[in-house]
């Protein structure tokens, strides 16, 4: 069975303070890691695709890395507009699967 | 592009009462995917259709769940009989082929 299990689940950053969220998985062969931001009472807001070991995509302050095992989603100088649980979701070869998503990990930057 | 919509955004029911809520995909996505999220857990599968064939339900899906897209356009997700424990937030998502999922705002619903 397809797994995702996050760490922290809580996370809370002083402005500026550099972190990395941690998404490790279990798949019968990965199609693709994906990550979203989700704010309270919406729903989940797509950052990155992952598809192969070894890959890293960045947008702003957030840099997201893949390996066999697991992704990190790096945080750079973190400001408080970046508080928000961040989603980790995998799906597997098939392509017709749909996500497997992990509990999230909430962060919180305080200014 | 418009972005996925969905339909209520609140829903407060009663135990008992059947709801309807409905999700307006991105246009020309011919994939529509039904998650629930409950608080503090990450969205979970309910169903899928691929244009208006319902190809794939999750276990979760219990018999009160109904879910359509007639005409392979919008889709609803019917819940009867409803009960405390179908509180939770319904999420709607959308992709062309097997891309990236891209989610609706959600319809929190609440069963007194």
């Known amino acids: 069975e397809d797994q995702v299990t996050q760490s922290p689940e809580a996370l809370r950053l002083q402005e500026g303070e550099s972190s990395s969220l941690n998404c490790s998985y279990t798949v019968s062969g990965l199609r693709g890691l994906f990550w979203y931001r989700q704010d309270p009472g919406k729903g989940p807001e797509f950052l990155f695709t992952l598809y192969s070991a070894g890959e890293e995509k960045e947008k702003e302050r957030l840099k997201a890395t893949l390996t066999k095992k697991e992704s990190f989603l790096h945080i750079t100088a973190p400001k408080p507009e970046d508080s928000a649980t961040y989603l980790c979701a995998v799906q597997a070869l098939s392509g017709n699967t749909p996500l497997v998503f992990g509990k999230g990990t909430r962060l919180s930057v305080i200014a | 592009d418009t972005g996925v919509s969905q339909n209520p955004r609140h829903k407060i029911t009663k135990r008992g009462q059947n709801v309807t809520f409905r999700c307006d995909p991105i246009?020309?996505?011919?994939?529509l995917y039904w998650y629930r999220q409950t608080l503090g857990q990450g969205p979970e599968f309910l169903t899928y259709?691929?244009?208006?064939?319902?190809?794939?339900k999750s276990r979760l899906l219990s018999d009160r769940f109904s879910a359509e897209r007639p005409k392979g356009s919008f889709s609803t997700l019917e819940i009867q009989r409803t009960e405390q424990g179908d509180s939770a937030m319904y999420l709607c998502?959308?992709?062309?082929?097997?891309?990236?999922?891209?989610f609706g705002p959600g319809t929190r619903l609440t069963v007194l």
């Open positions: 259709f691929q244009n208006e064939a319902q190809l794939e």
């Open positions: 998502a959308s992709t062309e082929g097997a891309d990236t999922q891209y």
């Open positions: 246009s020309e996505h011919n994939r």
